[in-house]
T-cell receptor
Framework: QKEVEQNSGPLSVPEGAIASLNCTYSDRVSQSFFWYRQYSGKSPELIMSIYSNGDKEDGRFTAQLNKASQYVSLLIRDSQPSDSATYLCAVKSTGGFKTIFGAGTRLFVKA | DGGITQSPKYLFRKEGQNVTLSCEQNLNHDAMYWYRQDPGQGLRLIYYSQIVNDFQKGDIAEGYSVSREKKESFPLTVTSAQKNPTAFYLC??????????????FGPGTRLTVL
């Protein structure tokens, strides 16, 4: 069974700090990696996708991928209370249509 | 505006009833998906469709049925055989390319409650 594991949290950080969200996956042939943000009672919205080892930056968000360690992370710089949400890690394997989602990490940014 | 719409937003079902959740997209995406989300759990795949008139079971298809008669529409029926249907149901779509770079985008969801 292919799995995506995330710490459920909650992860609590003060406003302005860096929030670090982590995700591990079991399928070595995974090729595409996604981070979604989900506010309470709402649907997931895509924040970032990453396909190659290394870092990918978009505004205050940085995704980091290490395929050898089967590890993907999301850093949120200058965290704001509006970043308080559940962050879902999602992984897609080569040649397939199915995307496997982690259970999500709840982030709470304290004002 | 391009996007994915789901209706209704809230749905209440009595025991023994079948109910149908609507999902429509105008993104010209080939692939569409239905997920179920329970509190504290990740998204679980119910059914997916890669192309019109074709669909496959996901991980938890029992008690559900779908159809894909039009590219834009992928309705989900929750049958009376689904014993614990209370959940948040999410429809998603993607371009439909096998492999990398096929990002899924989600509709606003339907919250189903069994009375």
């Amino acid at each position: 069974q292919k799995e995506v594991e995330q710490n459920s949290g909650p992860l609590s950080v003060p406003e302005g700090a860096i929030a670090s969200l982590n995700c591990t996956y079991s399928d070595r042939v995974s090729q595409s990696f996604f981070w979604y943000r989900q506010y309470s009672g709402k649907s997931p919205e895509l924040i970032m996708s990453i396909y190659s080892n290394g870092d990918k930056e978009d505004g205050r968000f940085t995704a980091q991928l290490n395929k050898a360690s089967q590890y993907v992370s999301l850093l949120i710089r200058d965290s704001q209370p509006s970043d308080s949400a559940t962050y879902l890690c999602a992984v897609k394997s080569t040649g397939g249509f199915k995307t496997i989602f982690g259970a999500g990490t709840r982030l709470f940014v304290k004002a | 505006d391009g996007g994915i719409t789901q209706s209704p937003k809230y749905l209440f079902r009595k025991e023994g009833q079948n109910v149908t959740l609507s999902c429509e997209q105008n993104l010209n995406h080939d692939a569409m998906y239905w997920y179920r989300q329970d509190p504290g759990q990740g998204l679980r795949l119910i059914y997916y469709s890669q192309i019109v008139n074709d669909f496959q079971k996901g991980d938890i298809a029992e008690g559900y049925s779908v159809s894909r008669e039009k590219k834009e529409s992928f309705p989900l029926t929750v049958t009376s055989a689904q014993k614990n249907p209370t959940a948040f149901y999410l429809c998603a779509s993607s371009i439909g390319v096998a492999g990398a770079a096929d990002t899924q985008y989600f509709g606003p969801g339907t919250r189903l409650t069994v009375l």
